[in-house]
């Protein structure tokens, strides 16, 4: 893989920093965070609007509507977005990081053309039923389930930390469809309409005050067998496809945003001064951090890089997703305490403190709030350890122990 940028690859990234500079300042301003209708209006016009300049897609196939771009043209977006601070994909990250991957991989034909355009448009907004309350990070102890009847399927239970419910039209949904099978081989994938008879959503609400999570309640509902992703009784492998999507590229605006919060950690550090003269950037030991924790930034950003390339070949990452949701998330929690420990008590306030630390920090510390959950979701760190030493190392499994 060639690091260098080609001429066409540069003209790619000046064009789209030409139109970005254009019609970034014409956006209007961002909703109220917990305005949800509002927030979709907003990210689904974004959406709208890079589909209309052609930059929807950018990574999927030309033949399902994408731009067909090349791994480093697709890379060259998601930064230059990030590094304009373009909207991120919001309320439909789902639907185009997730949904619409696994769909373009292991979709129907009549699944894809229905759902495709739909969601680079953002006419469709996705969210995604896997999590359980009573199973926890073991997703295949799920519960909810799936009775054929006919021509149709039967679901009843309960999924939790369901993203963007509240305004999604689609639902990524696992269920038990062989409650006598092994329990990753009794699991089905299917595409849950969220106006369906019987769907209820509960917003619940985050430690940081905010309520993109809802609990998804299925009371008797009726899906058709044609919303059936994969085989039935397949959809524990279909669900390594999404997990591959989620956690090989899904936090790529998250590795930019640790470069951005290392870079204002360092220019902060450089303007506190301490009361016996010099700064706190005259700490070696903290130069040393900062300069250790951008190393491996810069390594996570190669390793997206071969994940990116392979999946365009037509390689799911499973192995390169796992190394990197494992690295990153830890490595984003050292960022987040040391921005902490520079700001010192400006860090125990979830709002700007003049004085303290400057405008911002009220942001840093948000951002630290929410990096507790990263080594939580889309599987936890030690199922990624799990997953890489049994798929990548050959170890043999744990044993399971059950209580007598």
């Known amino acids: 893989m060639d690091l260098r940028l080609t001429d066409q690859e540069l003209a790619f990234r000046d064009r789209l920093r030409a139109w970005q500079a254009d019609v970034l300042p014409t956006l209007p301003a961002k909703p109220d965070r917990d305005d949800w209708p509002a927030r979709r209006r907003y990210d689904t016009a974004w959406q709208r609007l890079l589909f209309d300049a052609g930059y929807a897609g950018v990574d999927w196939p030309a033949e399902h509507g994408g731009l067909g771009a090349s791994p480093t ?16 994909v919001g309320a439909n990250f789902v639907g185009l990081l ?43 102890a799920l519960r909810t389930t799936a009775v054929r009847d006919g021509d149709h399927y039967v679901l009843n239970g309960r999924k939790v930390w369901t993203s963007h419910a509240e305004v999604a039209d689609y639902c990524e949904l696992l269920v038990r469809t062989d409650p006598d099978a092994a329990e990753h081989k009794g699991i089905t994938w299917l595409i849950l309409p969220m106006d369906a008879h019987g769907v209820q959503v509960r917003p619940l609400r985050t430690a940081v005050g905010s309520s993109e999570f809802s609990e998804l309640i299925l009371d008797d509902v009726r899906v058709p067998v044609t919303a059936l992703v994969g085989a039935e009784n397949d959809g524990w492998r279909v669900a390594m496809v999404t997990f591959s999507f989620e956690r090989g590229t899904a936090f790529i605006g998250d590795v930019i945003e640790s470069r951005n919060i290392l870079e204002e950690t360092a220019a902060i550090a450089r303007s506190v001064r301490l009361p016996g003269g010099g700064t706190l950037w005259d700490d070696a030991a903290l130069r040393r951090d900062v300069g250790r924790l ?3 930034v810069s390594g996570l950003w190669s390793l997206i890089r071969k994940n990116v390339s392979e999946a365009s070949a037509g390689v799911i990452p499973v192995q390169g997703a796992s190394v990197f949701k494992l690295r990153f998330t830890e490595s984003r929690q050292r960022i987040a305490d040391l921005a902490a420990h520079v700001l010192g008590r400006a860090s125990l306030a979830m709002s700007d403190l003049p004085g303290l630390a400057g405008p911002g920090n009220g942001r840093i510390i948000e ?38």
């Open 73 to 88: 043209e697709q890379l060259i977006f998601l930064e230059e977005t990030a590094r304009a601070r373009a909207p991120y």
């Open 98 to 140: 997730h949904a619409g991957p696994t769909l373009i991989v292991e979709g129907t034909e009549e699944q894809r053309a229905r759902h495709l355009p739909r969601i680079l448009r953002g006419e469709e907004v996705w969210c995604q039923g896997f999590s359980e309350p009573d199973a926890g990070s073991d997703l295949a």
């Open 294 to 296: 951008t190393a491996e």
């Open 367 to 404: 951002d630290r709030v929410n990096t507790l959950s990263f080594t939580i979701a889309a599987g936890t760190s030690q199922i990624q350890k799990n997953i890489l030493a049994e798929r990548a190392l050959g170890l043999p499994k744990e044993p399971r122990w059950t209580s007598r």
